[in-house]
C-alpha cells in the first residue's frame, strides 16, 4: 500500500536547498567541516529516556462546542485515526517514539498526513532525505522526499526546533555539544587504545648503543606479541641489552580522562533537561525518584510532545478549516504520573463540597465516566453554609430566601436519621 502510495505521486524538480542540519552516514553536521557522531552513550540514554516516555502517550481529538467545551469530533475516520493506529503498520506507541528521536537527534520530524483507501494514514519521513520547496508566495510551495517524490503542503505535517539562522528546517540540541562530543569520542578512543596495549601506556625503549632496523621491528613485534590486544596484561617488560622503558604518556586517571568523561555526561543531560540519576536510576528512594521522574517528564518529555501535538492541530485545522479542533495529550498511560486513587477521591471529595466542581467533573478525577443528567453537571453550594437544604450555584440567586422547599428528600434506609431501615421498611 505504501509503495504504490509513492508510485502515484510525480516528480517535479525543486531548488537547491541548504540542509545545515544533518547529512548523511549517520551523522549530525555540526558545521561546514566538523560532525559529531550520534553512538554516543550518553546522548543515546538522554534520547531514549524521553523518546520511551513519549512513546507511552497518547493524543486525542476533540472540538470546541459553543460553549467552549470538548465534544467528540464528527469526523468519524479522523476520530478512528487517533483511536487506532496512524497507519496498517505502526502504533501510536512507535509513531510517537520516531517522531520524539527524530526531533531530538535533527531538529525535524516529517509526518505524512493522507487519505488512502477511505482511512488517514500518517508515515514517519527520514529528515536526511526530506527538502523543503520555499516559495516566495506561500512560504512553502511543498516538500520533496529523496530528491524524487513530492508531496503538496496539504499532506505533509513537519514539527521542527525553530532556530534563527534557517526558517525552513529545525536544528538539534546535539548541535550545542560538539565540543563535548567530540571530547567523549577521543576520550573513548583513548581508554580503548590504553586497554588493548594491556593498560601499558606510550612509551620508547631508550640505549646508548646503536639498534638496527633489524633489531627495532624485532622488538616492536615481541612487544605486540606479549602485550597487544590486552595480552599480558599485569605482566613484567624485560628489557635487554641495556634497554630502558621510559613512559610518554599518562594513564587515564593521570590525564583526567574519566573526569572528563563526567563533565561530557552532566552538560549532556543538562541540555536534554534530565536529571542524571533519574537516568542512571541511582536515586536511593523510590518516592525520590517518582518526583524526579515527574519533574524529567513535565521539563523535558511533555514540552516535546506539546510541540508535536500543537504542529499536528494547526495542519488539522487548516485542512479541515475546523479552527475549534483541539489535539490534546493524554498521559494516564504513564504510571509515574498517575497519583494513588485515594489521593485523586480525596482532592475530589474537597473540590465537590465547597462547590468548586460538579458530580461529573469528580468523576472525571479518578477517572469515572460522566453521569451527563441534570444535577451531576450543577455545581452543588457548600454545605457548611447551607446545612440541609443543598441549591446549586446554577439555580442560587444572589439574596434569595431559602425555604424548605430547596431542601431535597430526605433519604429513605438504613441512612435515614429517622431511623427507617432499608428498601424503606420502619421499625
Not at 503498520?89 to 527524530?102: E, I, Y
Not at 516529517?110 to 482511512?119: C, H, I, S
Not at 596495549?197 to 612487544?223: A, K, M, P
Request: net charge negative.
Amino acid at each position: 500500500m505504501f509503495l504504490s502510495l509513492f508510485a502515484t505521486k510525480a516528480t517535479r524538480a525543486s531548488s537547491e536547498i541548504s540542509r545545515n542540519y544533518v547529512s548523511g552516514g549517520g551523522k549530525i553536521a555540526t558545521s561546514a567541516d566538523e560532525t559529531v557522531p550520534r553512538t554516543s552513550a550518553v546522548v543515546s540514554s538522554a534520547v531514549d529516556f524521553i523518546s520511551t516516555y513519549a512513546s507511552q502517550c497518547r493524543f486525542k481529538i476533540v472540538e470546541l462546542d459553543a460553549s467552549g467545551k470538548e465534544a467528540p469530533v464528527k469526523d468519524k475516520k479522523l476520530q478512528a485515526y487517533f483511536d487506532t493506529a496512524p497507519n496498517p503498520f505502526t502504533t501510536w506507541g512507535d509513531m510517537l517514539k520516531l517522531a520524539t528521536d527524530s526531533l531530538l537527534l535533527t531538529g525535524n520530524t516529517f509526518l505524512t498526513f493522507e487519505k488512502v483507501g477511505g482511512n488517514y494514514e500518517t508515515w514517519f519521513m527520514q529528515p536526511s532525505k526530506m527538502t523543503v520547496v520555499p516559495d516566495t508566495t506561500n512560504f512553502i510551495a511543498g516538500y520533496q522526499y529523496d530528491s524524487k517524490i513530492d508531496y503538496t503542503v496539504a499532506e505533509m505535517v513537519h514539527v521542527k526546533q525553530n532556530i534563527v539562522e534557517n526558517v525552513y528546517y529545525g536544528s538539534s540540541v546535539v548541535r550545542t555539544l560538539a565540543d563535548e562530543l567530540l571530547l567523549e569520542g577521543y576520550s573513548m578512543q583513548d581508554l580503548k587504545d590504553f586497554y588493548n596495549n594491556s593498560s601499558v601506556g606510550q612509551g620508547i625503549l631508550e640505549t646508548q648503543d646503536f639498534v638496527s632496523d633489524e633489531n627495532i621491528r624485532s622488538i616492536r613485534s615481541q612487544f605486540a606479541d606479549n602485550f597487544g590486544l590486552g595480552k599480558g596484561r599485569h605482566s613484567v617488560l624485560i628489557a635487554q641489552g641495556g634497554l630502558t622503558y621510559k613512559q610518554i604518556k599518562m594513564s587515564p586517571r593521570d590525564a583526567m580522562l574519566l573526569d572528563s568523561l563526567n563533565i561530557s555526561e552532566d552538560r549532556v543531560f543538562r541540555a536534554f533537561k534530565l536529571h542524571k540519576d533519574v537516568v542512571g536510576g541511582i536515586v536511593s528512594s523510590s518516592a525520590g525518584i517518582k518526583d524526579l521522574l515527574k519533574h524529567d517528564f513535565n521539563t523535558a518529555v511533555r514540552p516535546i510532545l506539546y510541540k508535536i501535538a500543537d504542529a499536528i492541530q494547526l495542519f488539522l485545522q487548516v485542512q479541515f478549516k475546523k479552527p475549534l479542533l483541539r489535539v490534546t495529550l493524554d498521559t494516564t498511560r504513564v504510571p509515574e504520573l498517575d497519583d494513588a486513587m485515594n489521593i485523586k477521591a480525596d482532592a475530589a471529595k474537597i473540590l465537590f463540597s465547597t462547590g468548586l466542581i460538579s458530580v461529573d467533573e469528580g468523576r472525571e478525577m479518578v477517572g469515572k465516566t460522566a453521569l451527563n443528567n441534570a444535577n451531576s453537571i450543577k455545581h452543588w453550594l457548600p454545605s457548611h453554609i447551607l446545612g440541609n437544604m443543598p441549591i446549586t450555584l446554577e439555580d442560587w440567586v444572589p439574596g434569595q430566601q431559602l425555604s424548605p422547599t430547596n431542601q431535597q428528600p430526605s433519604p429513605v434506609g438504613s441512612t435515614d436519621p429517622a431511623g427507617g431501615t432499608p428498601n424503606g421498611v420502619t421499625n
